[in-house]
């Protein structure tokens, strides 16, 4: 099991913006696809977006952040980063990373072979 260690996440006001990270030891991050994931209280976890391997493009981003989410990798540093800007209270989850070895979708939870701790935003009205 490859360890994926995030970021602590915290309590902000809406409208605030928070940079979430997601870092490994694992020399093959620069392999991998990465997403992230949340889940809120009383629900299903589901897919925020991710980014592919190659070159670090963003390939798939959930349409209720579209415009205020940004996802970006450095592959020297082995992180790859969730930037939350406009931040709601209905963003209020547990944010959890992932890495995937294989070429899929990657907005699927079966498309990722190793996961993050979690991390926990809240925000406030």
């Known amino acids: 099991q490859v360890p994926l260690v995030q970021s602590r996440g915290g309590l902000v006001q809406s409208g605030d913006s928070l940079t979430l990270s997601c870092t490994t030891s694992?020399?093959?991050?620069?392999?991998?696809?990465m997403g992230w994931f949340r889940q809120a209280p009383g629900k299903d976890r589901e897919f925020v977006n991710a980014?592919?391997?190659?070159?670090?493009?963003?390939?798939q981003t959930a349409d209720f952040v579209k415009g205020r989410f940004v996802v970006d990798r450095d592959n020297d540093k082995k992180t790859v980063y969730l930037r939350m800007n406009s931040l709601k209270p209905e963003d209020t989850a547990v944010y959890y990373c992932?890495?995937?070895?294989?070429?899929?979708?990657?907005?699927?939870?079966?498309?990722?072979?190793?996961w993050g701790q979690g991390t926990q935003v809240t925000v406030s009205s």
């Open positions: 694992s020399r093959s991050f620069k392999t991998w696809n």
């Open positions: 992932a890495a995937g070895v294989r070429q899929t979708r990657m907005d699927r939870e079966g498309d990722y072979d190793y």
């Open positions: 980014i592919n391997r190659d070159v670090g493009v963003p390939v």
